[in-house]
């Protein structure tokens, strides 16, 4: 099966700087690629997610690239804020299947 | 935004015990989901459910493990022993299936599970 990693699993930054996670999958089927951010104690929720036809999606401060090639996808935070500071957990699915999760990464803006 | 409720937010049982964990999805959403995430950090997929069925399930899924939504009710995911190793958060999620936000995951705030 799909198996997604995440290659930092802590990141600090200072604010105002910008901050990129990055993460690897492993099967080429993988077509949709999602970001969610879980703050302390809470749940997780979706923030960006990016699909296989494109290699480049913007939402405000968050970019998402994907290099199918690679097989690798990041998301870059500009202008980072100390709300920013959460778990981000990227995540790889074949359309209609279950979503395979990377372990996380905390991400700690510091003022 | 769309909303996924999860009742209990916090479950204590002793080991061997039954114990259900209860999800109220997104009304319009048709694809349920439980994963477990151990240490705050891995989240790691159980099961999901569509039409009446378990569609998919990982190896965590064990026999122990059962789900159902009866009747368009809670979605449930029913452990039964429980064991130690069943310690976890427990997050419920939902999607709609179609549409443009058809693979968007929405989650509950989880269901802290304590087995002593």
């Known amino acids: 099966g799909e198996k997604v990693e995440q290659h930092e699993s802590t990141l600090s930054v200072r604010e105002g700087d910008s901050a990129v996670i990055n993460c690897t999958y492993t099967?080429?089927?993988?077509?949709?690629f999602p970001w969610y951010k879980q703050e302390a104690g809470k749940s997780l929720h979706f923030v960006i997610d990016i699909r296989s036809n494109v290699d480049r999606k913007q939402s405000q401060r968050l970019i998402v690239l994907l290099d199918k090639k690679a097989k690798r996808f990041s998301l870059h935070i500009t202008a980072t804020q100390p709300e920013d500071s959460a778990i981000y957990f990227c995540?790889?699915?074949?359309?209609?299947?279950?979503?395979?999760f990377g372990d996380g990464t905390q991400l700690v803006v510091k003022p | 935004g769309p909303k996924v409720l999860q009742i209990p937010s916090h479950q204590i049982i002793d080991m061997g015990q039954m114990v259900t964990l209860n999800c109220d999805p997104v009304?319009?959403?048709?694809?349920f989901y439980w994963y477990k995430q151990i240490l705050g950090q891995q989240m790691e997929f159980l099961v999901n459910f569509y039409n009446g069925k378990v569609m998919e399930k990982s190896k965590l899924f064990k026999d122990q493990f059962s789900v159902e939504r009866p009747d368009g009710s809670y979605f449930t995911l029913k452990i039964q022993p429980t064991a130690l190793e069943d310690s976890a958060v427990y997050f419920c999620a939902s999607r709609t299936g179609t549409g443009a936000s058809a693979e968007t995951l929405y989650f509950g705030s989880g269901t802290r599970l304590t087995v002593l």
């Open positions: 099967d080429t089927a993988s077509s949709y």
């Open positions: 995540a790889a699915s074949m359309s209609n299947n279950r979503i395979f």
């Open positions: 009304s319009n959403h048709l694809y």
